[in-house]
């Protein structure tokens, strides 16, 4: 009955962006990302089994429009929330959601990156 498919992992998140160096500055520099390829139009970064990809989207087409600058929907592990929000701060990282407990046991908080893209972290605790 079909072909049985078994989905064993997320390989990558992809994040459209409007300039792929500053993108690399940020994500690289900043967020301390591992790079592994970088060109032009998309720059992949090693994050444990999971690659993050910036991908440069048009902004003067109105699918490039629609994909950057949005909630982006990526969660980043992390293990004192309140330090890293204060450490992205300090290097004029915009918080946009100051860290709050939720009622299923974590405690997250947002960012954004410099094309706008809301990003997340996450204590577990």
Not at 66 to 80: E, K, N, P, T, Y
Not at 87 to 96: F, P
């Amino acid at each position: 009955m079909g072909c049985r498919m078994a989905i064993r992992s997320i390989d990558a998140v992809r994040i459209f962006v409007t300039d792929v160096q500053r993108a690399q500055s940020f994500y690289g520099d900043i967020l301390g990302a591992t790079p592994s390829l970088s060109s032009e139009a998309v720059a992949v970064f090693g994050l444990g089994q999971t690659k993050l990809i910036v991908e440069k989207a048009d902004p003067n087409d109105e699918e490039g429009r629609g994909l950057v600058g949005r909630f982006a929907g990526v969660s980043f592990a992390v293990s004192d929330i309140a330090e890293t929000c204060k450490s992205l701060a300090d290097q004029n990282v915009t918080i946009v959601g100051q860290p709050e407990r939720q009622d299923w046991g974590a405690i997250l908080a947002h960012f954004a990156d410099p094309d706008g893209n809301t990003l997340t972290l996450v204590q577990y605790l």
